[in-house]
């Protein structure tokens, strides 16, 4: 099972970027999705997850408002739109797919993309 994500980068503090979450395989088609982060020196934690249909979304309070999670028509990519962005968003953010408990618990993760705000 691979999960890729792509997306990151560099940007200023009120912008806008859109990390993705791709996989080859059945992994993302037939699951719930979540996205984490993890600051340095810290544990990852949970920012948002998407059921397989796509209807019910979950978020974090720190960003709802601000973070929107969408899947494609065919559910094999999973997005993560991030507007209005903070420096105290800079963190690696993954992807994870093979849901145990939603919206939280997973059996599979990407290998992260850095985000970094700059105020």
């Known amino acids: 099972v691979q999960l890729v994500e792509s997306g990151g980068g560099l940007v200023q503090a009120g912008g806008s970027l859109r990390l993705s979450c791709a996989t080859s395989?059945?992994?993302?088609?037939?699951?719930?999705m979540g996205w984490f982060r993890q600051f340095p020196g810290r544990e990852r934690e949970f920012v948002g997850a998407?059921?397989?249909?796509?209807?019910?979304?979950s978020y974090v309070d720190s960003v709802k408002g601000r973070f929107t999670i969408s899947r494609d028509g065919a559910k094999i990519t999973v997005y993560l739109q991030m507007n209005s962005l903070k420096p105290e968003d800079t963190a690696v953010y993954y992807c994870?797919?093979?849901?145990?408990?939603?919206?939280?618990?997973?059996?599979?993760w990407g290998q992260g993309t850095q985000v970094t705000v700059s105020s």
């Open positions: 998407i059921t397989r249909s796509g209807t019910t979304t």
């Open positions: 395989g059945r992994t993302i088609i037939d699951s719930a």
């Open positions: 994870a797919a093979g849901l145990r408990r939603w919206p939280r618990e997973y059996d599979y």
